[in-house]
């Protein structure tokens, strides 16, 4: 089979496969936002992604190649409750597609109850992430992030740790995944593993792209599109005044991005000003920031600046769900970290010696914080939130 | 099984980056090496480790556990010779157990509290070296670097076990004991030991596994005048947990040990395996590892496997 050839030659030619990756990685893009044609040499090319206007292709691992089968497959994993130790959650249970793939809790709630310390974030445009959680540098690749969801302890989400064997298990039960995984993994290689499901499900994840906005029509020229409130608050968005996109800006809305041609892979986690507990920037435990994994007292309180794209139905925000509003958070900003006044966790962020050196006073009139979130309203995409391809496919049948 | 996996140019480039596996340099010729077994026993003082059996005044606070898991990765396992040289031993390739880098020691069998283990019990290494008489056995406690950092699912076994996972620090965990102590008011709430690989840190490329851990963790156990015929390895849960109190644990951190080095709850436990803790107990905190008779240690259930 045509697959297996390709897979030997993976490995036979494994240093080869390198530097021919670090080769694409580092070829010229004219243009960061032009619409990436498919090229020959990408893994990418043989799937079709329907990507919005000017959307660059997303990268996707040497081992796990697109396809639309793979996709199907892991759609329907991703909403199936099988993937969880008690049989009640699904990855959907906290990554709701009329909520962009988030939830509307200020914190994750697991299938044991168990609550995470931190939001769940939304899966909108997932597949050009480099690195996936607020504050783990180490999650790069959606094949190895989704065993923490699954396996996690600490806090417990889908609880299938030790369970491994039993969801393999519930998984070939289901006569409709057997049509499922011969198709996206034909031949000798269609067997429910571990491996397989990951693959699937972030297969799924990629298509989850959402680039239809009102903003981005407003950008191809419909002028109509946006109000003149949402106007000057993109202009706003892009100024030195609010600095708002130095952490968030592309096409993304986000500085961590990756796409192929890039060239670079751009990774960043900041410190906003959002706790300063001690007055030497700590933010409360357990979430201070990448600073959990890297052990690393300069990463306190560095957060991943998440993408802003459909941002108004993701309420309530920050990494702890602390902020219930956009307009909060435009205050948080505004006046250049937040100061908490009493309590635990009392404190001045705007003093915070860690703080990014982008936070700082902004000086914002009440119309200027009015613009700003009108435009931020303007990044909402209601067709991602109601594409039939992105829905239960259980409930269709 | 682990030769059919898809690779990622990263992990190919990896497998062919760690050391071949040729025999170390202080090795005699393989036709020349004889099996060795190095045995294992998990202990709780002078009792045998039991799933879900609670055991009496452990710690500072004097508590009554009862464990759910108890199982450990070892690997660089090194025999002392009777001129007081140090020999390194293979491992002995035993499915599921071990295979050429790491061996697994699991002393929970799925029954009670341990319910979501493995019912199979593995309670000892096997080595091959040089024929001789030895003295004296070492090895290091963990998975070694270059096994450690792989994609999850794609390990075959003894890296294929899911509770033994530490995905959020992409690697695995080296020793796991879980457990629940009595608290003041007589309830029992989670005390558990995950030790790992811990700061870890990798480079920005898309797919690259971490590239170093600030806090690799991987305990050295040296053990001397050990009769390999007669001895065993003791890993005892008492002596471990001599110097922590499981009655309590810092608040805003793992329940337990979860390896971090602000948890004041690790002091205890990483002077017991000799690793370096901000929290640190101090040198005289008793060993997790010691050896003993297999003559006076009692098993859970009289057999070697």
């Known amino acids: ?397 | 099984m682990f030769l059919t996996s898809l690779f990622t140019a990263a992990r190919v480039a990896a497998v062919l980056a760690s050391p071949l596996p040729s025999p170390a340099p202080d090795a005699a010729p393989a036709d020349s090496l004889v099996p060795i077994t190095l045995r294992f026993r998990a202990t709780v003082g002078a009792e045998a480790f039991q799933c879900g059996k609670s055991y009496a005044d452990i710690g500072t606070s004097h508590a009554a556990v009862t464990a759910s898991d108890f199982r450990f990765y070892v690997h660089d396992i090194r025999l002392v010779n009777a001129k007081g040289d140090t020999v390194r031993a293979a491992l002995a390739p035993v499915a599921p157990w071990a295979d050429k880098d790491v061996a697994l020691l699991d002393f929970e069998d799925a029954t009670g509290a341990c319910s979501n283990g493995t019912p199979e019990l593995r309670q000892e290494v096997s080595v091959l070296a040089p024929a001789g008489t030895y003295h004296g056995v070492a090895f290091a406690l963990g998975v070694p670097f270059n096994r450690n950092h792989g994609d999850l699912t794609a390990q075959g076994a003894p890296l294929s076990i899911s509770r033994l996972f530490w995905s959020w620090n992409a690697g695995h965990k080296f020793l796991r004991i879980d457990m629940r102590a009595t608290q003041g008011d007589s309830a029992a709430s989670a005390w558990v030991v995950h030790l790992g690989s811990a700061g870890c840190t990798g480079a920005s490329s898309a797919a690259s596994a971490p590239t170093q851990c600030t806090n690799a963790n991987r305990a050295q156990v040296q053990l001397a005048n050990f009769d390999l015929a007669s001895d065993v390895v003791v890993a005892d849960l008492a002596a471990l947990l001599a110097r922590s109190d499981v009655r309590k644990n810092q608040p805003q951190t793992a329940a337990g040990c979860m390896s971090a080095p602000n948890d004041v709850d690790c002091g205890g436990l990483f002077a017991s395996l000799g690793l370096a803790h901000p929290s640190s107990t101090g040198a005289d905190t008793p060993r997790f590892f010691r050896a003993a008779k297999a003559s006076a240690v009692r098993t859970a259930n009289g057999s070697d496997r």
């Open chain 1, 1 to 397: 089979m045509r697959r297996h050839k390709r897979r030997a030659l993976a490995i036979a030619t494994g240093f080869t496969l390198v530097a021919v990756v670090a080769w694409q990685a580092g070829r010229a893009q004219p243009r960061p936002r032009a619409a990436a044609r498919p090229s020959p040499a990408t893994n990418a090319q043989a799937y079709r992604w329907n990507l919005p206007p000017g959307f660059p292709t997303p990268v996707v691992p040497d081992n796990n190649p697109m396809s639309e089968a793979k996709v199907q497959l892991g759609r329907h994993l991703f909403y199936d409750t099988r993937l969880s130790g008690n049989r009640t959650f699904s990855c959907a249970s906290c990554h709701k597609q009329d909520r962009a793939f988030a939830d509307a809790l200020p914190r994750g709630v697991g299938s044991t109850g168990e609550m995470h310390p931190r939001g769940s974030m939304s899966l909108a445009n997932i597949a050009y992430s480099p690195a996936l959680t607020w504050a783990n540098p180490l999650m790069k690749q959606l094949e190895q992030q989704a065993l923490v969801p699954m396996f996690g302890e600490d806090p417990v989400e889908l609880g299938l740790s030790g369970l491994d064997a039993e969801l393999l298990a519930r998984v070939r039960s289901e006569a409709r995944y057997r049509t499922l995984f011969a198709a996206a993994f034909p031949g000798s290689d269609s067997a429910v593993t571990l491996q397989h499901i990951t693959q699937a499900i972030a297969s799924f994840q990629r298509t989850l792209i959402s680039g239809r906005s009102p903003y981005d029509a407003y950008k191809r020229g419909v002028k109509m599109a946006l109000n003149a409130s949402a106007r000057r608050g993109e202009e706003l968005f892009f100024a030195e005044k609010t600095e708002c996109f130095h952490c968030h800006g592309g096409f993304n809305f986000t500085g961590t991005v990756n796409y192929v041609g890039k060239g670079f892979v751009e990774v960043e986690f900041h410190n906003t000003g959002l706790y300063n507990i001690d007055g030497k920037g700590a933010y409360p435990a357990p979430n201070t920031g990448i600073e959990a994994v890297t052990n690393n007292p300069e990463d306190m309180g560095k957060f991943k600046a998440p993408s802003l794209r459909n941002i108004a139905v993701t309420a309530p925000y920050m990494h702890d769900g602390s902020i219930a509003t956009l307009e909060e958070v435009i205050e948080h900003y505004n006046a250049g970290g937040r100061t908490i006044r009493t309590g635990p966790h009392a404190g001045v962020g705007a003093d915070n010696p860690l703080k990014s050196e982008f936070i700082r006073p902004m000086g914002l009139t009440p119309q200027e914080k009015r613009d700003l979130v009108a435009f931020l309203r303007s990044l909402t995409d209601t067709t991602f939130l109601h594409d039939p391809r992105f829905a239960n496919p259980w409930r269709t049948k």
